[in-house]
């Protein structure tokens, strides 16, 4: 109770002061921060600062995690929620950081566990546990803001979906059948043309079943925002409605 409270006053004083010189500095070269607004840019840092004192990080193998890492990290994962509300997060504890792509011998098949690629693993998402990333891919994300892959932004949909203990790319925010019905029809869509080689303009991977379509989706719509609605306009307003609402930033 004691700690909820100080947390909510915490992100709120985040929210009136002004954006600190550092955090200003790593703000600066991510190209989707240049399409925000100032008053954008003062959220997402706040969301920013929060999310680092909120969350654990942990390097693996060897990688040292330093305040840039975090802020790296924290800020491309919040810039997917200013709409949202930080608590969209509220389920994520820790966040796992490998220096590079990493192997592993025996790839779990629970459907709480979402992994990227085979043996060799770029991401992971655990319900009730940790965000996995690979620093190579998280620095690739944070330099290069349209070509339609940002692995933060794809494992944080994860969890953003799995906050119904579901990953069946319908988060429990999302109430209206008409989501469900779009989401469920560009799936199979999707299915469909991958599977008779056709070129697509979403990423391929996001026919593997409807939480990685919700996922390259996300990334899509962050990252390449025009042709995204040029190519799927439904798909489009569902995740522009979904996104793009406002919630207050302590809202619990
Ligand atoms: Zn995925």
Redesign the pocket.
Known sequence: MIRGWLRSRRRRRYLREPIPAAWRAWLEPLPHARALTDAECARLVAFARAFVEEKRFEGCAGFVVDDEVRACIALQACLIVLGLGLDAYRRVRTVLVYPATYRRANRSATGAV?S?GDAHIA?E?VLGGPVVLTWDATVHGGQVGDDGRNLVF??FA?QIDLLDDYADGAPPLVEDASYRAVIGREFEQHVRAVESKKRTFLDPYGATNP??FF?VATEAFFERRDRLRDKHPELYAELAAFYQRRQPLDQE
């Open positions: 979402v990227e991401g998402t794809h494992e994860h939480a990685e996922a």
